[in-house]
């Protein structure tokens, strides 16, 4: 069983910044494909940033083309924590942010149904 906890939502103009971060719980957190998500209001959840393990200690970062250039993934595996690092924020990025967690599976880091653990979510809102 793996809990994820999100923080680092809240309001900020466009053009800012914010980094999210989502602490996991249990052992093996270095070990699992981590993603991050969002879903607006009216809209489906859709895919923003995955880092993937390739064993040993090779990750790989994967973007939705809408954020690409503009946010960053990363973990600290230590810290059992991902970490999502957003720039030039525009309104349009308005949503929930939601982490999930993945064992390895071969499965689309894209597709929601890949991942076995998702944390509550933190709003983030961008004014214009």
């Known amino acids: 069983q793996v809990q994820l906890v999100e923080s680092g939502g809240g309001l900020v103009q466009a053009g800012g910044s914010l980094r999210l971060s989502c602490v996991a719980s249990?052992?093996?957190?270095?070990?699992?494909?981590m993603g991050w998500f969002r879903q607006a209001p009216g809209k489906e959840r859709e895919f923003v940033a995955a880092?993937?393990?390739?064993?040993?200690?090779?990750?790989?970062?994967y973007y939705a083309d809408s954020v690409k250039g503009r946010f960053t993934i990363s973990r600290d595996n230590a810290k059992n924590t991902v970490y999502l690092q957003m720039n030039s924020l525009k309104p349009e990025d308005t949503a929930v942010y939601s982490c999930?967690?993945?064992?390895?599976?071969?499965?689309?880091?894209?597709?929601?149904?890949?991942?076995?653990?998702w944390g509550q979510g933190t709003q983030v809102t961008v004014s214009s």
């Open positions: 880092i993937t393990w390739s064993g040993g200690s090779a990750y790989y970062a």
């Open positions: 249990g052992r093996t957190f270095s070990n699992y494909d």
């Open positions: 999930a967690a993945a064992r390895p599976s071969g499965s689309s880091w894209a597709l929601t149904g890949t991942y076995d653990y």
